[in-house]
């Protein structure tokens, strides 16, 4: 029986994998500078997890604040351990971990609120959702924004399971269940490790809805948000992404995409 990935491993799996704090940061930085004339200093990241990105945002300056929501202590502590001790000490005390619920009240706004990862999707009942998005409106300051990302596709719905191939181990992204009468879904991520041939099974699981972009620019009106933006990813000579968004309205759909989409209060 294969040995059971330990907490340190399977979050260093899953970030080398999944999570680049660098890109969307700079992406957050463009546009809301564009939006505002001037740089966001304080970052709310709800379902945080381990932090990485939040831990990543008080690193650019000596003004920057952030604060990560998340219920789980186990990616909190690997977080605490493996991102925020890597700070310096004057950078550490602008990060604040929060082990709570991104639904309850806070003493504190935001410049940009984000929910990446597609987190929110856990909430599968409209009118949760709803109440979400307007816990969040009402944590961001007058010129805040909140971001949040989104996949779909042709593929996204379908039972198969994908693999992407890195350095030391390969990522598998497995769709193992989808209801079209409710667009509940059931995903997994599984691993492989190089090093020994070890494939470890269901090392994360998402119990979701999937939800598309025109009902949540509905879901962020309903909530209050008075306008949202769309980005969508332009593609490089060969036909995939090449990690610039734009601002966009009408595109053509493909297999698998992945897309931002702002909202401001």
């Known amino acids: 029986m294969a040995k059971k990935l330990s907490r340190d491993e399977k979050y260093a799996l899953y970030e080398a994998s999944v999570q680049n704090p660098k890109s969307d940061i700079g992406f957050i930085n463009r546009e809301y500078k564009k939006l505002f004339g001037k740089l966001p200093l304080v970052l709310r990241e709800d379902f945080c997890g381990t932090g990485a990105m939040a831990c990543a945002w008080v690193a650019q300056s000596p003004k920057h604040k952030a604060h990560g929501i998340d ?9 605490v351990e493996n991102h925020l001790f890597k700070l310096k000490d004057e950078q550490q005390k602008r990060m604040e971990y929060i082990l709570g619920n991104v639904m309850a ?11 990446f990862n597609f987190s929110y999707f856990l909430f599968k009942e409209r009118a949760m959702l709803v109440k979400y998005f307007s816990k969040v409106r009402k944590h961001l300051k007058k010129d805040g924004a909140f971001f949040i990302d989104l996949f779909g596709g042709t593929q996204a ?4 399971e994908e693999s992407a191939k ?7 992204w497995d769709c193992d269940f989808y209801n079209p009468l409710t667009s509940d879904v059931l995903y997994h991520i599984h691993f492989k490790t190089h090093k020994d041939g070890v494939k470890h099974e269901k090392v994360f699981t998402y119990d979701w809805r999937m939800w598309d972009a025109r009902e949540l620019q509905d879901v962020l009106k309903d ?3 008075r306008e949202t933006t769309i980005y969508w990813e332009g593609e490089d000579k060969e036909g995939s992404g090449n990690g610039v968004f734009k601002r966009a309205k009408n595109v053509e759909n493909c297999e698998s995409w992945v897309t931002y989409i702002s909202a401001l209060p």
């Open 105 to 115: 009240d806070y003493d504190f706004k935001a410049d940009v609120v984000v929910a």
């Open 166 to 172: 890195h350095k030391d181990h390969t990522y598998y």
């Open 71 to 79: 219920l789980d202590m186990e990616p909190i502590s690997y977080g």
């Open 157 to 160: 719905r379908q039972l198969l």
């Open 223 to 225: 909530a209050g948000f």
